[in-house]
């Protein structure tokens, strides 16, 4: 069956609200009390076992964010969010012993099945399902990672996967040296947040000359209520090294607003590559725009070594606010940045999200391609970055902007900086804001195409030149959820 | 309330933070309450000024911290406040104007010299004249609350001294241009108001030129223009600012288009100083066509910065931005676009398209081009681009011949030309393209 | 069999009715051709045959096999096996021709309560038809007219009406932007369509198609209704005294 009725078909079997991931896992969880304090601070670092560095760390973290007050300039609407109504850390209650699938509560297993999620890492390595992609996961439930798999053949090659909170105990030296040195405690609100009750998260170092033999992926899933979720992932690439990671999340759907305040950190030393995508796919509400993730990310890569590169690609499809500007710091001579992005809003969801590409070393590269979708009465901004310094000689920039309107109740916005401090930046920047028009819906529906139909194709061939950037094994998946993100926009 | 009650009872409250922290914003409120008394208009223009003044104090210089002055910090750059002029010696129009504009120009300029009308021509009357005999629909001009927004624009209410007042009747085809000079005495520190309304199907050309001549002494201006256009008439409306090192210009139209009006702006900004240039267009009416050029030619450590907000506030409109830049030394060039379309301006076309040339490797170059759009049947687009002389092309013309030097001027006079191309009057593009010209071999 | 029985139309926007009564049969196994001067309502004709928005039909009918079609959606009646090739065919950017034509043909088939063509199904048929209309296979992977020229388009148009079998083909103004060689492969086309089951209505400015596709019958639309009905002779004429007679009518 070709994607599109694939899709179609697809949208047919969900309820109203269109979100397929909607239902609640019933896990006994180890929470700790409500709000905000240094002692909730102390106790995630002791829950955690993590050395004294660490906390010190994430006292300062605490403290500067105290300090500080909310971001207001994005294009985003919401009420004063209740940090002290908050929980800051909740685990289900076996999870706390060694992690292999084995010791896995059956009723996670079950959940992640429901989601899609290959965690059936023996079936896969033994052959049993052989049409699976070999993709590791580690699996973050609420605020722990509850499994990884894939671990073992990934040591062979000397890759460590692992939740970030085995990282601090099995390699210390390593987190202590990286962590926050792409994204400082202080660098934003969120982020400073992050910093002070990060649970868990991701680590993953691929050494010196090492192409990461699979796929790597987290799946984060919010599942208790009143639960802020706030994951840390750190990915070194040491010289030479080539890693791919993807990450997928979703939410139960519940009436209240939930906080999600991750923070990412890469950093591709000479001649590495990252590649990071993102399938963004958290509750965003219902139609009303009741309920729905607050998604308050900072997601930064520094190009640190020569011809460095890293890569976003982001397919942003849930949250009813995303805040979100996974950026590239290109700081070794040669190095490249690029950022990919689909961003569908339907309902009443607002998206500010876009890039930001620092050029600092000489002869880098960057590239921007946008495409924005705005439907029903949701709002769509895409806020970017480009800059120069001034010794960043033979700095290049290209960026596309588009975004598609669907119904006259939404907005498209596009807020690009263009900053170019020394005179041989060779920078291009292109946007366009248009409809789907009425002539090409008909032509497909002269061909047989529904309106719907028409619509998904048409938004599908939209969106085609950042598809291409996901890996295989997401793309089909990716495609139908781009559908069912836009089910009921026409008509 | 005067202004400085006003501030004290702010801070008071502690509502403001540090607001006229500066020595500069101090000055600036010396100055009003220095000259109150001798600006001109009656009581309720009085009002108005104190008013604006009251609210200037509360903001203060707008800092980088104000977004659309991200890239032009008043409150950083401007250290010094000169002396304002309310009157001065006559000067001939021919110093003014420069040595580009031909001598049938002079025949409809009114000359301003030291912030006041010397005579009446071509049309236009003096607004300190004007308000005396209070025509309602000047002073109803002055008071527009979407000028109360920005600081710099407080300013020129507080300060105007005088102005032009252009009232074209409806069907009127105005042959010449009407021509609007500043001059002053050096270091001094001018304020011009001017108020136009357009009748309905009429024809003009208004001509706006401020110059601080290189190598004479400082200047500090402030012209806000207001301009409201009939249904059907067609406006060309062309601007020049020539500045030298430490001088200012804060320059500003607001603009309102009825319905099947073609509004044709530009704009040339030349030299070494700190200009901004604001411009808002309203479309209010449908059919309308906003069609905007701007060349600019920056030097030394000058600043060029310009800033439109277009607003398709009705369906079926048309918006064409095409704004260049030539920036040597360590100049720096500043473009921010807004379009705006609201929700029920369906079929609007806005297009924009902002370029710069870099010549100098310490040469900077900001722009924000920015859609922020309501309404779904649109065609909208933008690009910017950023970039040296191409190499390729130099070579191309060395290869047939050209030296390089001449080859380099030949590719920045054609890109600047572009632009100026764009104004059809044949007077007026050779005096454009002079002042360009000399900018680019200065 | 087609049947347009006193069929007015009017913009739906503006106050300006384009046909003002027009009646025409067309049975099956037939190929009809409407010849008319600029403005005459030919692609107005086209585009209410196939249901497009923007027009207002205020009194008549169009039968399809007996059944009214005025208020069907435009992919019911592609399901219906009505095909519109367009005088100028959309582009749609980022849509491979391939993922097109398979998703409308599936589409369609679909509707028929026909069985869905499996990937290598689809792929053969397609290659053959294809070959047929000298189409480069290579063409199809890119996206859907973007960059192709007026002949490749006409084409492509005619290579999606054999793989979609409409049993009412309408063809407006085919021969537009076509040079010869590009004529006689789009008309070959066409013609290995004709058949007992098949109506076909060529709507067109010149004579010169007519020689390649020939019509049973030959319909003059001037100011919104049909003038004259004729055999394949009337082409010709039409050829050599233009529509004058008809717009002096008209007027």
Redesign the interface.
């Known amino acids: 069956m070709p994607a599109v009725q694939e899709t179609v078909a697809q949208v047919k079997t969900i309820d109203v609200d269109q979100y397929k991931y909607g239902f609640e896992t019933d896990i006994e969880m180890v929470k700790a009390p409500k709000g905000l304090n240094e002692d909730i601070v102390r106790f995630i670092s002791e829950k955690k076992g993590e050395p004294a560095w660490m906390l010190e760390w994430r006292l300062d973290a605490y403290r500067r964010w105290r300090a500080m007050t909310e971001p207001t300039w994005a294009k985003v609407e919401y009420p004063k969010i209740d940090f002290e109504d908050l929980y800051y850390y909740a685990a289900p209650r076996n999870s706390e012993g060694p992690k292999s699938l084995a010791d896995v509560d059956p009723e996670l297993l079950k959940m992640y099945e429901r989601l899609g999620v290959p965690l059936q890492e023996q079936e896969i390595l033994a052959g049993v399902k052989s049409d699976k992609p070999r993709v590791a996961v580690d699996a973050v439930f609420d605020s722990v990672s509850v499994v990884t798999t894939f671990k073992d053949e990934l040591a062979k090659a000397g890759v460590i996967f692992c939740s970030i909170s085995e990282a601090l105990r099995e390699h210390p030296e390593l987190v202590k040296k990286y962590l926050g040195s792409v994204v400082p405690q202080s660098d934003n609100y969120y982020a400073a947040l992050n910093s002070a009750v990060f649970s868990d998260g991701s680590f993953v170092y691929v050494p010196e000359g090492v192409r990461c033999p699979m796929e790597l992926s987290t799946y984060f899933r919010i599942n208790e209520r009143e639960t802020g979720q706030f994951e840390r992932t750190l990915i070194i690439a040491e010289k030479g090294s080539y890693v791919s990671y993807l990450e997928g999340c979703t939410a139960p759907m519940r009436d209240e607003n939930q906080l999600h305040a991750a923070v990412v950190e890469l950093i591709a030393l000479d001649d590495a590559e990252i590649k990071y995508s993102t399938v963004q796919n958290w509750y965003p509400g219902d139609k009303n725009g009741k309920g729905g993730i607050y998604n308050f990310v900072t997601k930064r890569g520094d190009c640190r070594g020569r011809n460095s590169k890293i890569s976003w690609t982001q397919v942003e499809t849930g949250s009813a606010i995303t805040w979100k500007y996974p950026s590239c710091i290109l700081r070794g001579d040669n190095s490249r940045g690029e950022f990919y992005s689909i961003a569908v809003s339907n309902g009443y969801q607002q998206v500010d999200s876009g890039t930001k590409m620092i050029h600092l070393g000489k002869n880098t590269s960057s590239r921007i391609i946008s495409k924005g979708i705005a439907a029903g009465f949701s709002q769509n901004t895409y806020r970017g970055l480009v800059s120069a310094h001034r010794k960043a000689t033979g700095a290049r920039n290209f960026t596309a902007c588009d975004s598609l309107l669907i119904g006259d109740k939404c907005g498209a916005h596009t807020v690009p900086y263009i900053e170019a401090k020394n005179s041989s930046a060779h920078f291009e920047h292109e946007a366009t804001t248009s409809k789907i028009s009425d002539d090409m819906l008909f032509y497909c529906q002269q061909r047989g195409l529904s309106e719907e139909e028409a619509v998904a194709l048409v938004v599908n061939g939209f969106v085609r030149d950042v598809l291409q950037q996901l890996p295989m094994e997401f793309l089909a998946e990716t495609q139908k959820l781009i559908g069912i993100s836009l089910e009921g926009s026409v008509g | 309330m005067d202004a400085t009650a006003a501030v004290s009872e702010k801070a008071g409250r502690g509502m403001t933070v540090q607001v006229l922290s500066t020595k500069a914003e101090q000055a600036i409120l010396s100055s009003f309450e220095a000259n109150a008394a001798k600006l001109p208009g009656g009581a309720a223009v009085a009002a108005l000024r104190q008013a604006a003044m009251g609210a200037f104090a509360s903001k203060g210089l707008p800092s980088r911290r104000v977004e659309d002055f991200k890239y032009t910090d008043l409150k950083a750059n401007v250290k010094d406040v000169l002396p304002l002029a309310t009157g001065g010696a006559a000067v001939d129009a021919a110093t003014a104007f420069g040595a580009h504009f031909g001598p049938e120009f002079a025949a409809n300029a009114v000359v301003f010299a030291d912030g006041r009308g010397v005579a009446a021509a071509g049309g236009a009357t003096l607004l300190a004249s004007v308000l005396g005999q209070s025509p309602g629909w000047v002073e109803a001009a002055l008071s527009d609350t979407a000028l109360s927004a920005s600081a710099d624009l407080l300013l020129n209410t507080a300060l105007f001294t005088d102005g032009a007042v252009i009232d074209i009747s409806a069907g009127a085809e105005v042959a010449d241009p009407i021509v609007l000079v500043a001059s002053a005495k050096d270091n001094a520190m001018t304020a011009l108001r001017h108020v136009i309304r357009v009748g309905a199907g009429a024809k003009v050309t208004i001509v706006e030129v401020d110059r601080a001549r290189q190598g004479v002494g400082l200047r500090q201006s402030s012209a806000l223009t207001q301009m409201v256009v009939g249904d059907g008439a067609e406006v060309v409306h062309i601007k020049v600012v020539e500045t030298n090192k430490g001088s200012l210009h804060l320059g500003h139209w607001q603009v309102n288009l009825g319905a099947n009006v073609t509004y044709k702006p530009f704009q040339v900004t030349v030299g070494e100083g700190l200009v901004r240039n604001g411009l808002n267009v309203l479309f209010n009416g449908q059919h309308s066509t906003f069609d905007y050029g701007a060349a600019s030619v920056v030097h030394g450590t000058g600043h060029a910065d310009s800033t439109l907000i277009v607003d398709h506030k009705v369906p079926h409109c048309t918006s064409r931005e095409l704004f260049k830049t030539v920036l040597d030394d360590q100049a720096r060039a500043v473009f921010q676009g807004r379009v705006i379309v609201r929700p029920d301006a369906q079929k609007t076309d806005g297009k924009q398209m902002a370029q710069a040339l870099m010549l100098s490797p310490d040469a900077e170059f900001d722009s924000k081009p920015e859609l922020e759009i309501y309404a779904d049947d649109v065609v909208c687009g933008h690009g910017s681009t950023v970039a040296e002389i191409d190499p390729d092309l130099v070579f191309y013309c060395t290869s047939r011949g050209i030296p390089t030097a001449v080859a380099r001027a030949l590719l920045i006079e054609s890109f600047i030309g572009e632009a100026i191309d764009k104004v059809e009057h044949e007077g007026l593009r050779q005096a454009l393209s002079g002042i360009a010209r000399d900018s680019l071999t200065a | 069999m087609l049947e347009i029985k006193n069929l007015n139309v009017k913009l739906a926007d503006e106050d300006k009715v384009i046909l003002k009564g027009l009646s025409l049969t067309v049975p099956k196994g037939e190929v009809h051709a409407i010849m008319g001067p600029n403005g005459s309502g030919k692609s107005t004709l086209a585009y209410v045959l196939?249901?497009?928005?923007?027009y207002e039909v205020t009194d008549g009918d169009i039968l399809w096999n007996g059944d009214s079609i005025l208020e069907m959606?435009?992919?019911e009646?592609?399901?219906k096996g009505v095909?519109?090739a367009?005088q100028y065919?959309?582009e749609?950017?980022?849509?491979a021709g391939l993922?097109?034509l398979?998703?409308?043909?599936?589409?369609?088939r679909?509707?028929r309560e026909q069985a869905?063509m499996t990937t290598p199904e689809f792929m053969k048929f397609v290659k053959e038809k294809a070959a047929k209309l000298n189409i480069d296979y290579e063409m199809l992977k890119r996206?859907v007219n973007v960059g192709f020229s007026g002949g490749e388009k006409k084409r492509s148009e005619i290579l999606?009406m054999a793989m979609?079998e409409p049993t009412l083909c309408v063809l407006d103004e085919t021969d537009s932007g076509l040079d010869i060689d590009a004529l006689k492969i789009v008309s070959d086309g066409v013609n290995a369509l004709r058949g007992p089951d098949r109506a076909m209505l060529v709507i067109t400015h010149y004579q010169r198609l007519l020689n390649h596709i020939v019509p049973d019958k030959v319909h003059v639309l001037a100011d919104g209704r049909i003038q004259k009905t004729g055999g394949k002779e009337l082409a010709l004429e039409l050829e050599k005294s233009g529509y004058a007679e008809f717009t002096g009518k008209a007027a």
């Open positions: 196939a249901g497009r928005d923007g959606e435009p992919d009646r592609a399901a095909f519109l367009f065919p959309m749609i950017p980022g849509v993922t097109f398979r998703t409308a043909t599936n589409a369609v679909k509707k869905e996206p999606q979609l």
